[in-house]
């Protein structure tokens, strides 16, 4: 179990054995050259940060418990990561720490020859081969979060401390904790809507991606990145006022059906560098919103089924549209407006304002079993809720719908209540 404690390290550099800049953030690490991958479609990977007391933390303490990336067999398969990371401040708060957390992504992709993706449990991370010949090792992502942590949150935190765990039994021990902590924060949301304030929020930490997408945050929309509910983004403009989270008064509204506001439409208008004039932020059809590849869901029209289908990121096979969730990210991510797709948050799925100019929950009509399963509970209460208890039944999966006849097939005898709502399209 290596452990790494430079008492030399200062909190304004970053000593790893590659060049360390803003300007790799959006570089790409290809199969081709990749050395190892751990998470992505085939693995299982989770990072989290969280607060603790002065006393319960050594400043600079970076641990590596499990075999390091010389240890593995890179190109086998993806192999199972958690990152760790333990912060004190006295003047940290908890509602601060999912956003220093949504923060590893881009100083992890300040590393040449290094790519994160994803958030939460959805994290993946690619190590080429040229920088692992230069010796890059997972201490060196210890080294890169606790020297930017220091750097650019001084102002809140004093200490830091990172372990890295690479051994599935403590990667699938540990993953169960950090759910309650992510489910804990998704809570405290409860009660407020999107009417209730007059403030939303934008987040435009992706444009390095996608240079002309902007995320409106909501309190009934999280960032489609899934990392970011609307608390956390009046979090991170608390902290950094000048930074990706900026406050947008809504002002005069639009279009209250679609969700567009006279402010917001400036302030996308601006910020997307005159690309995108308008945005509904309850529609897929009528300006839906623009995209990052950071999403964790893709929302899609089935017009065969007068329906919508959701495919996640963790779902490795085809839809019953014949497609992929990859072949669907790479047009629907890049930051331009695709009516009839959109990026979400695998909890947007469960909020009241789910496309709702194109009538809702009710236009569900297949998914991941997977994803079905992990929202069924509240899933199911939705559809209580609005009337359709026995929704959740008739939404398909890949268990039973493999392809559009199929999916068709199992509609019909299903009765699902898209079939019967007005045309989609």
């Given at each position: 179990?290596p452990?790494?404690?430079?008492?030399?390290?200062?909190?304004?550099?970053?000593?790893?054995?590659v060049?360390?800049?803003?300007?790799?953030?959006?570089?790409?690490?290809?199969?081709?050259d990749l050395?190892?991958?751990?998470?992505?479609e085939?693995?299982?990977?989770?990072?989290?940060l969280?607060?603790?007391?002065e006393?319960?933390i050594?400043?600079?303490?970076?641990?590596?418990?499990?075999p390091?990336?010389?240890?593995?067999?890179?190109?086998s398969s993806?192999?199972?990561?958690?990152?760790?990371?333990?912060?004190?401040?006295r003047?940290?708060?908890?509602?601060?720490?999912p956003?220093l957390?949504?923060?590893i992504h881009?100083?992890?992709?300040?590393?040449?020859g290094?790519?994160?993706?994803?958030?939460r449990?959805?994290?993946?991370?690619?190590?080429?081969r040229?920088?692992?010949?230069?010796g890059?090792?997972?201490k060196h992502i210890?080294?890169?979060?606790?020297?930017?942590?220091?750097k650019?949150?001084?102002?809140?935190v004093?200490?830091?401390?990172?372990?890295i765990?690479?051994?599935?039994?403590?990667?699938e021990?540990?993953?169960?904790d950090a759910r309650?902590?992510f489910?804990?924060?998704?809570?405290?949301l409860?009660g407020k809507?999107?009417?209730?304030?007059?403030t939303?929020?934008?987040c435009?930490?992706?444009?390095?991606?996608?240079?002309?997408?902007?995320?409106?945050i909501?309190?009934?929309?999280?960032?489609?990145c899934?990392?970011y509910?609307w608390?956390d983004?009046?979090?991170?403009f608390?902290?950094?006022p000048?930074?990706p989270n900026?406050?947008?008064?809504?002002?005069?509204?639009?279009d209250k059906r679609?969700?567009?506001?006279?402010?917001?439409?400036?302030?996308v208008?601006?910020?997307?560098?005159?690309n995108i004039?308008?945005?509904?932020?309850?529609?897929?059809?009528?300006?839906?919103m623009?995209?990052?590849?950071?999403?964790e869901?893709?929302?899609?029209v089935?017009p065969?089924?007068?329906?919508?289908?959701v495919?996640?990121?963790?779902?490795?096979?085809?839809?019953p549209l014949?497609?992929?969730?990859?072949?669907?990210?790479e047009?629907v991510?890049?930051?331009?407006?695709t009516?009839?797709?959109?990026?979400?948050?695998?909890l947007?799925?469960?909020?009241?304002k789910?496309i709702l100019?194109?009538?809702g929950?009710?236009?569900?009509?297949?998914m991941?079993k997977e994803?079905?399963g992990?929202?069924?509970e509240?899933?199911?209460?939705?559809a209580?809720?609005?009337?359709e208890p026995?929704?959740?039944?008739q939404?398909?999966?890949?268990?039973?719908?493999?392809t559009l006849?199929?999916?068709?097939?199992?509609?019909?005898?299903?009765?699902?209540?898209?079939?019967?709502?007005?045309?989609?399209?």
């Amino acid at each position: 179990m290596p452990r790494f404690i430079p008492p030399e390290q200062s909190s304004a550099s970053v000593d790893i054995p590659v060049p360390y800049s803003f300007e790799f953030e959006g570089e790409r690490v290809r199969r081709e050259d990749l050395q190892v991958e751990f998470g992505g479609e085939a693995g299982l990977s989770f990072e989290l940060l969280t607060s603790k007391k002065e006393d319960e933390i050594n400043d600079w303490d970076i641990e590596v418990i499990g075999p390091d990336i010389d240890q593995l067999d890179g190109l086998s398969s993806s192999f199972p990561l958690a990152v760790i990371i333990n912060v004190y401040g006295r003047k940290m708060q908890n509602d601060f720490e999912p956003v220093l957390e949504r923060h590893i992504h881009r100083f992890i992709n300040y590393a040449f020859g290094v790519m994160h993706s994803g958030q939460r449990d959805t994290s993946s991370i690619r190590v080429s081969r040229n920088v692992y010949l230069k010796g890059f090792r997972l201490k060196h992502i210890g080294i890169i979060l606790s020297a930017m942590l220091h750097k650019e949150y001084s102002a809140i935190v004093d200490k830091v401390e990172v372990r890295i765990y690479t051994k599935k039994e403590d990667v699938e021990r540990l993953l169960g904790d950090a759910r309650k902590v992510f489910a804990a924060r998704d809570k405290r949301l409860s009660g407020k809507t999107d009417e209730s304030v007059d403030t939303y929020y934008s987040c435009l930490i992706c444009q390095s991606l996608a240079p002309n997408h902007v995320c409106i945050i909501t309190p009934e929309r999280t960032g489609l990145c899934g990392a970011y509910s609307w608390l956390d983004a009046k979090a991170s403009f608390e902290i950094v006022p000048t930074g990706p989270n900026q406050p947008i008064l809504k002002g005069r509204v639009l279009d209250k059906r679609l969700g567009q506001w006279g402010n917001v439409n400036k302030f996308v208008k601006e910020k997307s560098n005159r690309n995108i004039k308008k945005v509904s932020i309850y529609s897929l059809i009528d300006s839906p919103m623009s995209s990052s590849a950071l999403l964790e869901s893709i929302v899609a029209v089935v017009p065969e089924a007068n329906g919508v289908m959701v495919v996640s990121r963790n779902y490795p096979g085809l839809t019953p549209l014949g497609i992929s969730f990859k072949a669907l990210a790479e047009p629907v991510g890049t930051g331009v407006q695709t009516p009839g797709f959109l990026g979400i948050s695998n909890l947007y799925i469960l909020s009241r304002k789910f496309i709702l100019a194109e009538g809702g929950i009710k236009r569900l009509v297949w998914m991941p079993k997977e994803l079905k399963g992990l929202l069924a509970e509240r899933l199911s209460s939705i559809a209580r809720d609005i009337g359709e208890p026995d929704l959740l039944e008739q939404i398909a999966d890949e268990g039973v719908a493999g392809t559009l006849e199929e999916l068709l097939s199992f509609l019909s005898k299903a009765k699902h209540p898209a079939l019967y709502m007005d045309p989609l399209i």
